[in-house]
């Protein structure tokens, strides 16, 4: 009986040794992780992009044009951006449409917002050249039929 409590009582302490000697290999370990880091994060920071991909543009219902209640601007769209339109929640079975543009040559709609069940999706579109636009968004389907809103979009080089 005594010798299982001293077997017992050394795999204890064997595997507190372990531990231990894990958790102190691992701090040596994050800390040169930790230290490499900002150098490749700082030389990969030159620009606004990561890697070849623009970040999206979000557009909310808060920038729609005044007069239909908007109060705040459209931020910036540069030639390439990729545009997303984020109404909110979209209901199950409901579909957010972007209106045949005023000037397609300037902004070209890529995808419908919808809610399939099992996957929401945002409305978006890319700006492809230098202008100015008005897209409207609507959502039907599902027993909802809702007006979004209008919203002008300035294209700049």
Known sequence: MKNRLVVA???VLALAGLVIAGCSSDKKDSASTT???PTTT???STSSTVGNVLPPIIITPQMA?????GTQPVPPIKVGDTVV???GAIAKG??????PNTNPSVFEVTSKGSNDGTVSMNAGGKAIAV????VSLGAGGAGVENFLG???LVITK
């Open 35 to 37: 230290t490499a880091a």
């Open 150 to 152: 209008t919203y002008t």
């Open 42 to 44: 700082a030389k990969a």
């Open 65 to 69: 044009n005044a007069n239909e209640g």
């Open 9 to 11: 009582g050394v795999a």
């Open 94 to 99: 409901v579909t957010v449409s972007i209106a």
């Open 85 to 87: 339109f984020n109404m």
């Open 131 to 134: 202008g100015t636009t008005q």
